[in-house]
Structure formats: C-alpha cells, structure tokens
C-alpha cells in the first residue's frame, strides 16, 4: 500500500536491479574445474577475458550523464552493465580457478597494474575524456564487441562448463552491443561532413590497438579446448568490420599496430600509461578502507 | 463554458484528464512547468550518485549504482514524453534548463563526499521523492499519473538499495559506521527542504490542490517523512541531526527543529554548493553532443529521402 512497506525488513536477498543476481544467472551450471587443466593457465585466462569485460566497462561509464542523448545515456549504461556482468562471472570463475581464497572484488580492487590482463584497446581514454569522443567511443565498441562477438561465439563450446555457460550468455548481449556500435558507425558516417570526419579521426584512435587482439598467447595455447586460439578470429572480425565499413562507405584506416614493450602488451600487464589513473579511480575506496564490508 | 464545466467534473469526479481533452491554459501551463521540473531534477539527479560509479567499493555496488542512474535517465525519458503530450518540447525543455529558466529540485545541488553518500541519498532522497510522488500516482492529468506510477515503483527500489548498503556499512568497521553519520548529518536537512517552502509561504499549492495536480501540502508531506524515517534511522543506528526531534503523543506525530530557509532560499536561487556545476556539466554534454544529434537527423532524414525516391 505505501512505499515504504517492508523497507525496515530487509533480512531476505531481495530481487536486485539487474546486473547484481549474477550467481542465479549461471545457476545449476557444473563448477566443478575440467579434468587435466592448468589451473594457473585457466585462472589467467579468466582474467584476461574478465580484465577486458571490466575495464572497458568502466570506461563506458564514464560516458553516464554525458551522452550526446538521453536515449544514449541508458544504452551505453546497459552495454556497461552487461560488460560488468560479464567480468564478475569471469572474475569469479578466476577465484575459482586459483583455489586461493579470493574472490571478483579481490580481483578488481587489490591487483597491481602489471597484474591486470587486458588488452591496452579497452583502457585508452576514448570519450568522453579529452583522448577522444562519441565516434572515439563507438570505433572502439565496433571494435572490440566485434572481436568479443567471435570469441564468445567459439567459447560456448569451451570444455570448461562455467566459460560455456559465461559465453552463452555473453552472446545474446554482445550481439546487441556489436549492432549498436554497427548502426552508429552508419549514422555517423553517413550523417554530417563533421561527423564523418569525427568518424573516420574515431577509427583511427583505435586501429593502432587493433592487433593485439589477435596476437595468440601462450596461456591460450596451453590450454586446448578450453580457450579459444585468438589468432583463429581475425579472418571473422576482417569480413564484418569490412561489411560495416563498406555499408558506410568508409575505408579500413591506414594506421600502423602499435609496438609491444619488449614483447610484452596488456595480456602480459604491461599497459598505457592510461591503466594507471583508471585504476587509481576504481580501486581508491576499496583499498583506503581495509577490512570493510560493501 | 461547456467545456470548462466538463473539465471540472471530471476532476472533481477523481477521473483522468487526458491529452486530447480540452483544458484550461493555466493548468496546462502549470503542468508542462512541474512536469518539465520534475524531468529535469530525474536528470540533474543523474549526477551527484553518477559522480560514484567509478569509484564504487565492490563490482556489485557499482552495477547496481549503474543501474540506478540509468533507471534516472528512463524516468526523465518518461516525464519529458509525458511533457510532450501536453504540447511541450523536449529540446526546448532542455534549453530552459540549461540557461537556468527552469529550475530542478535543490536536492541536487549538495555534494556527494562519500560512498556512504550514495546510500544516504537512496535512503533520505529516494525516500522524500517517493513520499512527494506517490500522491502524484492519482493526479489529474492521465499521461504523468501513469508515468509516476512506474517511476515510484523504481524509486522505492532505489530507496531499498541505499538503505541495505548503509545496513551492511553500519554491520562494518568503525571507520565505515563514521562515514554513514557524517553522511547522514549533511543530508537529512537537505531532505527536509525537498518538499517545499512552508505552507504559509508556498504560492503554488492552492491552486494545484483545486486541479488535483497536488493533493497535500508541504508540510503534511514532510511530516509524514519525517514520521516514516524516524524508526528507520533507529533500526540503522544512526542519529538524525536534530536535538529537538521527539515523538508527540498528543499530535500523534514528531515534533522537529526549524528548517533552515535562509540556506533553502539561497540554494533555490542559485547559490547552493553545485548549482553551477551541476548545470555547466548538462549543458556541456548537451553542447558536446549537438554534432552528434545533428548527425543522426541529417542521416534519418537521408534515409527517409531514399525511401521516398525508392
Ligand atoms: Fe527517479
Ligand atoms: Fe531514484
């Protein structure tokens, strides 16, 4: 009858917004680990698909209150959700794997940078900071959602039933994810002279990071059937960004892949100088209050 | 005169008015004005709670902060669609907001200095919003009743959320049970203030009363808050910052110091904490995104074209 009916009584798990029941999402899934695998490997490997889900998610969020629309607010707060949701069940399944008792908030907030597995593409400040904007931002999506997309398409028949489970799940979002940053690269290409332009600038940001996708890993490589070989996505990730490029009459950008630091990029820890300040901001609260409970 | 008659009936016979029904210019005009406040103040709102987000303490806080300010992003799309019924505009709408013509709720213009802020403001905020909105459920004008039906639904889970993070904080440390009483301190009075001037000086109320756009006042409102979180502050084990705050078993009701006006009519006029922060920041996203609007209607409008040739 009023609004505040049951308020004071708040001893049951109630229905949280979305997001936020993520252990009813993978319910009745085996958690048990595959038979014969590395656990250190498998541990990684999560985080490397965990790390980019988060990473990317933050920076989307940034995006929150600032978006070219209101409709656009809610659509990249829902992209971010999904991405969020997706790197606590891999962060999760990280802890799992590591046996260590840990758990997706140990993860998130108390590793060190050179700890943290992502690919550098996720982390650069593309919008609403100063290192790029709205067109930065979908070039990126495009990007990643597209490669993402292939990845989780293969994933779901992982020999590890959890990163089955995560992928199946992650399928149905991505694919909305890829279409929204698809539908946005027509507009604006197709929009005004300033928006192209912007566009085509957007493409370029990003394309330098595009590579590193698709560098196999050894942690991959270790463990057959259970990760997916990166290397084995481009020719997919090729022919729809050529689509979608070719839709809006744009041209694949003509920009070098950015070097790795002695061989090492963002899925051995080493980042942009941009990873630090981001997880400055994301981990401050957690790590100043030891021992709290959120 | 007729017509004028119908409307009056229909109001006073507790039925909806709805957009293609005639109705006087004053009620329209006060509408659109409250309705375009009220949309403005769910968007302005997005701020102070968004300014967490990067820095939520645990995964599960932040997706469910996000969650929240984007559920604060639908309701602004819901009021200013209803706005929109009554034949207001939502790009001119957002002008006079950012060129401070329209004003949004004051709350908003107080700072957020904690996470525990984020609870606070689900708690006290959320809950004052609910108490002013629930009676808007059954206002006169069909299009913002319903939208307010939806709206409250979210909000009280919003106020659910604020108040199990301050519960599982005050189950915490030292250091986090501080943080929710230095956030409460600056928050209640605030909240207070969300329902209005005091009935004897508000000028809006009389005749929003007669219309049924509004049907308590102020102060029945408040005081009504004020009863309803007084056990909720008890069961949390936080104390309201006000020394004259007692149970009145001969009114019924809590007794409560004097709200500050000074300080409410100052942040109501434009000098509160982040007035202008809060307005430079919309309209900078607004200002930001103007190439970006202009580029998907120069693209819609070529597409119709090819169609229309095709
Ligand atoms: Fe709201
Ligand atoms: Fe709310």
Same mark, same amino acid.
């Given at each position: 009858?009023?609004?505040?009916?049951?308020?004071?009584?708040?001893?049951?798990?109630?229905?949280?917004?979305?997001?936020?029941?993520?252990?009813?999402?993978?319910?009745?899934?085996?958690?048990?680990?595959?038979?014969?695998?590395?656990?250190?490997?498998?541990?990684?490997?999560?985080?490397?698909?965990?790390?980019?889900?988060?990473?990317?998610?933050?920076?989307?969020?940034?995006?929150?209150?600032?978006?070219?629309?209101?409709?656009?607010?809610? @659509?990249?707060?829902?992209?971010?959700?999904? $991405?969020? %949701?997706? *790197?606590?069940?891999?962060? /999760?399944?990280? =802890? #799992?794997? &590591?046996?260590?008792?840990?758990?997706?908030?140990?993860?998130?907030?108390?590793?060190?940078?050179?700890?943290?597995?992502?690919?550098?593409?996720?982390?650069?400040?593309?919008?609403?900071?100063?290192?790029?904007?709205?067109?930065?931002?979908?070039?990126?999506?495009?990007?990643?959602?597209?490669?993402?997309?292939?990845?989780?398409?293969?994933?779901?028949?992982?020999?590890?039933?959890?990163?089955?489970?995560?992928?199946?799940?992650?399928?149905?979002?991505?694919?909305?994810?890829?279409?929204?940053?698809?539908?946005?690269?027509?507009?604006?290409?197709?929009?005004?002279?300033?928006?192209?332009?912007?566009?085509?600038?957007?493409?370029?940001?990003?394309?330098?990071?595009?590579?590193?996708?698709? @560098?196999?890993?050894?942690?991959?490589?270790? $463990?057959? %059937?259970? *990760?997916?070989?990166?290397? /084995?996505?481009? =020719? #997919?990730? &090729?022919?729809?960004?050529?689509?979608?490029?070719?839709?809006?009459?744009?041209?694949?950008?003509?920009?070098?892949?950015?070097?790795?630091?002695?061989?090492?990029?963002?899925?051995?820890?080493?980042?942009?100088?941009?990873?630090?300040?981001?997880?400055?901001?994301?981990?401050?609260?957690?790590?100043?209050?030891?021992?709290?409970?959120? | 005169?007729?017509?004028?008659?119908?409307?009056?009936?229909?109001?006073?016979?507790?039925?909806?008015?709805?957009?293609?029904?005639?109705?006087?210019?004053?009620?329209?005009?006060?509408?659109?004005?409250?309705?375009?406040?009220?949309?403005?103040?769910?968007?302005?709102?997005?701020?102070?709670?968004?300014?967490?987000?990067?820095?939520?303490?645990?995964?599960?806080?932040?997706?469910?902060?996000?969650?929240?300010?984007?559920?604060?992003?639908?309701?602004?799309?819901?009021?200013?669609?209803?706005?929109?019924?009554?034949?207001?505009?939502?790009?001119?709408?957002?002008?006079?907001?950012?060129?401070?013509?329209?004003?949004?709720?004051?709350?908003?213009?107080?700072?957020?200095?904690?996470?525990?802020?984020?609870?606070?403001?689900?708690?006290?905020?959320?809950?004052?919003?609910?108490?002013?909105?629930?009676?808007?459920?059954?206002?006169?004008?069909?299009?913002?009743?319903?939208?307010?039906?939806?709206?409250?639904?979210?909000?009280?889970?919003?106020?659910?959320?604020?108040?199990?993070?301050?519960?599982?904080?005050?189950?915490?440390?030292?250091?986090?049970?501080?943080?929710?009483?230095?956030?409460?301190?600056?928050?209640?009075?605030?909240?207070?203030?969300?329902?209005?001037?005091?009935?004897?000086?508000?000028?809006?109320?009389?005749?929003?009363?007669?219309?049924?756009?509004?049907?308590?006042?102020?102060?029945?409102?408040?005081?009504?808050?004020?009863?309803?979180?007084?056990?909720?502050?008890?069961?949390?084990?936080?104390?309201?910052?006000?020394?004259?705050?007692?149970?009145?078993?001969?009114?019924?009701?809590?007794?409560?110091?004097?709200?500050?006006?000074?300080?409410?009519?100052?942040?109501?006029?434009?000098?509160?904490?982040?007035?202008?922060?809060?307005?430079?920041?919309?309209?900078?996203?607004?200002?930001?995104?103007?190439?970006?609007?202009?580029?998907?209607?120069?693209?819609?409008?070529?597409?119709?074209?090819?169609?229309?040739?095709?």
């Amino acid at each position: 009858m009023n609004a505040y009916e049951g308020l004071v009584d708040t001893g049951e798990e109630r229905h949280w917004a979305f997001g936020t029941g993520f252990t009813a999402a993978l319910s009745g899934v085996d958690r048990a680990l595959p038979a014969e695998v590395d656990t250190e490997d498998l541990t990684a490997y999560c985080l490397m698909l965990g790390d980019d889900a988060l990473i990317l998610s933050q920076r989307l969020a940034e995006w929150c209150s600032r978006a070219p629309e209101l409709e656009e607010d809610v @659509a990249l707060a829902n992209i971010a959700l999904d $991405l969020l %949701g997706q *790197a606590r069940l891999l962060l /999760t399944r990280a =802890a #799992e794997a &590591d046996g260590v008792a840990c758990d997706e908030d140990t993860l998130a907030f108390t590793r060190d940078e050179h700890e943290f597995r992502n690919v550098r593409l996720v982390e650069i400040d593309c919008g609403p900071g100063p290192g790029g904007d709205f067109a930065a931002t979908i070039a990126r999506l495009l990007v990643f959602s597209t490669y993402r997309l292939a990845l989780l398409q293969r994933l779901t028949g992982s020999r590890d039933p959890v990163l089955a489970a995560v992928a199946a799940k992650g399928v149905k979002e991505v694919a909305y994810h890829r279409d929204h940053a698809a539908q946005w690269t027509l507009r604006l290409a197709g929009g005004t002279e300033f928006s192209r332009e912007r566009m085509v600038a957007g493409l370029e940001r990003v394309w330098p990071f595009v590579d590193e996708l698709f @560098a196999p890993h050894p942690v991959e490589a270790r $463990l057959p %059937g259970i *990760a997916v070989d990166s290397a /084995t996505l481009r =020719a #997919e990730v &090729d022919e729809v960004l050529d689509t979608v490029f070719a839709a809006a009459s744009l041209a694949r950008p003509e920009v070098s892949p950015l070097a790795t630091v002695a061989g090492r990029g963002g899925r051995d820890g080493v980042h942009t100088e941009a990873m630090g300040y981001l997880l400055a901001e994301m981990q401050h609260v957690h790590r100043s209050m030891p021992g709290a409970t959120w | 005169m007729e017509l004028e008659h119908e409307f009056e009936r229909v109001v006073a016979a507790d039925h909806r008015v709805e957009p293609r029904d005639w109705m006087p210019d004053g009620y329209r005009r006060t509408l659109i004005r409250q309705i375009a406040q009220h949309a403005h103040s769910e968007i302005i709102g997005m701020q102070p709670e968004g300014n967490w987000i990067s820095r939520a303490p645990s995964l599960r806080r932040k997706a469910i902060l996000l969650a929240k300010v984007q559920d604060e992003a639908g309701h602004g799309l819901y009021l200013y669609a209803a706005a929109e019924t009554l034949g207001a505009d939502r790009e001119d709408l957002t002008a006079k907001l950012v060129e401070g013509r329209q004003k949004y709720s004051s709350i908003f213009n107080y700072p957020t200095l904690t996470f525990a802020d984020v609870g606070v403001i689900g708690w006290l905020v959320d809950g004052a919003a609910i108490v002013n909105q629930v009676p808007l459920c059954r206002t006169s004008y069909g299009p913002y009743a319903r939208a307010m039906i939806r709206v409250c639904k979210e909000e009280s889970f919003h106020q659910r959320q604020g108040y199990e993070l301050l519960l599982t904080m005050m189950r915490g440390t030292q250091a986090q049970r501080d943080m929710v009483q230095r956030s409460v301190d600056r928050w209640w009075w605030p909240s207070l203030m969300m329902f209005g001037p005091p009935d004897t000086e508000s000028t809006n109320t009389e005749q929003s009363m007669k219309w049924r756009i509004k049907r308590h006042t102020n102060d029945e409102l408040r005081q009504k808050f004020v009863d309803m979180t007084v056990p909720q502050a008890e069961k949390l084990g936080v104390t309201l910052p006000d020394p004259d705050l007692r149970w009145n078993a001969e009114r019924g009701h809590h007794d409560f110091g004097e709200i500050d006006w000074a300080e409410f009519w100052q942040v109501v006029g434009g000098d509160g904490p982040c007035n202008a922060q809060r307005i430079a920041h919309r309209r900078k996203a607004h200002e930001d995104g103007a190439w970006v609007r202009e580029a998907a209607a120069a693209y819609a409008a070529k597409k119709s074209g090819e169609e229309q040739v095709a």
